[in-house]
């Protein structure tokens, strides 16, 4: 396979192209990652080509990670936070023709899964993202730069949703209709939503927004939490986002890439092992208006994702790779049916939270 790596990159980490063994790995859709085996020693690196399209300002996210890493060693030495290594020039990241790239030391004896086969898998994930928040609870968020602005904005992307509708050709309208309809019926989350944003008890707290089950370290033979990884999108944001995206990403058995939607269902068992995970680290801190939105979390997140998708099918599939061409309006119907699920079943969703509080 092609390895669209430049020996440069290497070179700027102190490796030698001739010692080394380089696979790429990973199933994440915006940066490309590449493990290291050095043959001079049995330490491992994850190397990550940043994609620029989407985090347009690298040094702002090399900058939240070192205050963020400096702040946490200070307070919480003991604390497993994964920052980068710098190059032997001393650098946050490596910039070889024009492209940005970093380095990551490898922690052995865990696993990263992509899909939860176990309901404490939920637990431990939701208690590590958990954890960082916690951890992260006295950490002023206003210092941090947005390393992609308004990334969780609701309003943003319905309002991106719109402009892209008004701008697509009718065959690819008429192709999404259905979904561009569920669209606009679930508006009345984003409203929702507003009706709260206000309030003085509900925070920017820092935020990892990207909670997805590979972006936990388990121990490999345990499978108890280790640590979380893909720092790229630590910012300030809502606690909707991390939790909300854990409950978008754990509790169906079936990716957001499934097409048969009678598999998207909902695992309650899963629920309520996200929410108590999360509830671990994080039910001393969280305000009343927070607690009040712990389920509200995960419908924002799965019509926000939904929306993305969406938009992404009718502007031509910039964003999102994809295998074939209505693959990102397959995901949007996918989690179009989550959101459905959601509701089918709030109720005793509800009564797990409240009996968790
Ligand atoms: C992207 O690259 P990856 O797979 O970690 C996206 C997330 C989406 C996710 C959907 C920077 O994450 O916001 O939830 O795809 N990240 C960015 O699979 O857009
Ligand atoms: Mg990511």
Redesign the pocket.
Known sequence: MELNLDSEVLKAYGFNKENIKITQIG?????RTYLLSPSSTTKQYILQHI?TL??ANPLAMANNLKAIANYLLKKFPEYLFIKPISTIGGEEMAYVNEEYWRLLPFVEDTVSLDVLVDENQAYEAAKQFGKLSRLLNDFDASTLEPT?PG??DLGLRFKQFTVVVSEASKELKDEAKAEIDDALRYKYLLDFFKSYSHRADFPDRVMH??T?I??VLLNAETFEGVCVI?L??IMPGKFISDLG?ML??YLCAF??NEIDLSKVKIRINYFEATVKGYLSEMKNILTDTEKELILFSGRY?IYM?AL??LTDFLSGNA??PTNYPTQNLD?AKNQFKLLQEISANEKELQDIIDGNL
């Open positions: 199933t994440g859709l915006i940066n994609n989407v985090f992609i990334f969780h927004h990207d997805k590979s972006n893909d790229d999108t995206d978008r990403t990716s957001e997140m994702q993305r998708f964003y999102y995901r």
